[in-house]
């Protein structure tokens, strides 16, 4: 179902006259410029990375370091999908998934909409992206064009969406720069080459990594009916707006009393996050949790004791 809402995701981002055009799932990896473009990472994390297209297959891999709650961490992953299925692995840990590729399902799903069900499956698409976005406040669903950038010779358009930054190719849906702020971490990816060729190796599945499948095709085409339904379905264009006027509501009532953050509080804020160490505050917690009961059983004891020489005191006492 990840998958699904994924690539459905997805495809919302594609303006509205591409759904017009026709099935906005069909053939996805067909007419991939053949290329290979390397890129560097900022920010809050630092590392390279790389992807590659070209039979109909993308892939990526990248290694990436950062501070998170207290600790420096790496991941290294590698991810590849076809026409047919979606791989992803976690190099560092040698682990992976290999699942159905949803898209050519959701295709089939979408065709067999009447006029009226693929309609409101583009509306309810687009309104739910719209819906999903006003979390991020100032961001609009458009973006906003910001001219034209170089990076690594090629020249790309630069779209602002809010807190996040693309810059796409004007030959080819390649992005050559990417940039945005989420959760208090800064990321920022640039290409650093870029190449109109293939990088076979890597398309090669890594043989090291432990792979857990989920090749049911026939539940994908079922999972896909029954998203791509649901989507197109009155009752969604019905729940959706219901949240619309719900969150409208919220807002009008939470007046404009709440004061903002200035840059530098958030900047305090965003610090202490980075920093803050979950296990160490685990540790500390258990610790102090323990020595309380320790503490607690040792006053119980004493406690115990003296209520015990109490009593034998007052026996003593009461004896003739």
Known sequence: ????????????????????????????????????VEYSYGGDMTGTGKSSSGDDRFASAETRTGKFFGKQTTTSTWSMTDADFIWSADLEKKTGMKSVNPLPSMAKAYDDLDR???????????EMMQFVTRAFPGMPFDGEKKGTRTYAGESCDLTEMGAFSFCTMKSAPIVLYSAGSFMCVNFEQTATSVRRS?????????????????????????????????????????????????MAAKSGNAGSGQQQMTPEQQKQMCDAL???????????AMKNALNQAKNDAING????????????????IKRP
């Open 301 to 316: 004891a004493v406690e115990g004791a003296a209520n015990k020489v109490r009593r034998g005191l007052g026996g003593l």
């Open 198 to 246: 293939s990088d076979a190796s890597l398309f090669q599945v890594p043989a090291d990594v432990k792979w857990t499948e989920n090749l049911d095709r026939a539940r994908a085409d079922s999972g896909a009916r029954a998203f791509i339904g649901q989507f197109a379905s009155q009752a969604m264009t019905d729940s959706i707006a219901k949240a619309k006027s719900e």
């Open 274 to 284: 980075k920093n803050f160490s979950i296990s160490t505050a685990f540790n500390n």
């Open 116 to 126: 009226d069900g693929k309609a409101r499956f583009t509306a309810n698409m687009k």
């Open 1 to 36: 179902m990840r998958n699904l809402l994924t690539s459905a995701l997805l495809v919302a981002l594609i303006p509205a006259t591409t759904h017009a055009q026709g099935n906005p799932f069909r053939a996805k990896l067909k007419g991939l410029p053949t290329y290979t």
